[in-house]
């Protein structure tokens, strides 16, 4: 059996060194607020108007950064079914025929394609809903009052932040920074919280992060299977996803992970 564990090992090294001298694709994930509010998230805050003048200036120098990293395709959060269409109105936009509409998808992704003269965008994304009524039932039917009572706090913690960067004198890049960065991706611990609630004979929070861990895990393996040698991949996804999602292409070894904060300023 040692035997055995030793050469699936030493196969194991042989293929990661293999695969760390080849020509891996580049992954750098965006993580971004919602242009348009969101409305599906736990936590949906109150947004300006980024097609203001001001704003749109504020986009260009974002897209200004962010081709510092030279993506050769670009991910944005959407249902592959929808790809064709987004980049039917992509190639309107090229033509002069489509005016940008509010969300980060078009604003960012789009805008950057088109500066860099892409063809078109790829759309990664995988349906899975989060019930959180099953799962704050669960926890009052157990009586876990414990984990019921971190919520608010967290949630308060969370729109304060929303408010206090949701202000005319904080630039987009600057609000982008601060949804990348450690300290704020570190509440994703709270789905750690949600997926103690219940018990052994109705795991309702386990059940549902288990989807939530798989959402993540599909949106990865869709980015990975469009990713080819040499590739600088730029994902724009929601900020809640950045956690795992850095996290899954840190650790495979067939990518480089490439940390947006390098191109979102001081």
Not at 62 to 77: G, S
Not at 189 to 214: C, F, I, K
């Amino acid at each position: 059996m040692r035997a055995i564990l030793a050469s699936l090992l030493g196969s194991f090294l042989l293929t990661a060194e293999a695969v760390a001298q080849d020509d891996r694709p580049d992954v750098m994930v965006l993580g971004t607020f919602h242009f348009t509010g969101g409305g599906q998230d736990y936590i949906n805050p109150a947004v300006d108007d980024y097609l203001a003048p001001a704003r749109q200036i504020e986009i260009e120098a974002l897209v200004e950064r962010l081709a510092a990293f030279n993506p050769t395709k670009i991910v944005v959060e959407l249902n592959p079914d929808a790809e064709d269409r987004f980049n039917e109105l992509y190639d309107a936009y090229r033509q002069g025929e489509h005016d940008l509409t509010v969300n980060e998808r078009q604003q960012i992704g789009m805008r950057l394609a088109a500066r860099l003269g892409h063809d078109r965008l790829y759309a990664a994304d995988y349906s899975s809903g989060m019930d959180f009524d099953t799962m704050m039932g669960a926890a009052e039917d157990h009586g876990q009052t414990h984990l019921l009572g971190r919520l608010p706090g967290l949630r308060e913690e969370i729109e304060a932040l929303d408010a206090r960067l949701n202000q005319p004198h904080i630039i987009v890049s600057e609000r982008l920074r601060a949804y990348n960065t450690p300290e704020f991706l570190a509440s994703h611990n709270v789905y750690l919280t949600l997926a103690q609630m219940g018990s052994v004979d109705n795991p309702s929070g386990a059940n549902e992060m288990t989807n939530w861990w798989g959402r993540n895990l599909h949106i990865f393996a869709q980015v990975a299977q469009i990713a080819e040698p040499g590739d600088r991949i730029l994902v724009i996804y929601g900020s809640g996803h950045k956690f795992l999602l850095d996290q899954f292409f840190s650790d495979a070894v067939e990518f480089n992970w490439v940390d947006s904060l390098d191109y979102l300023g001081d």
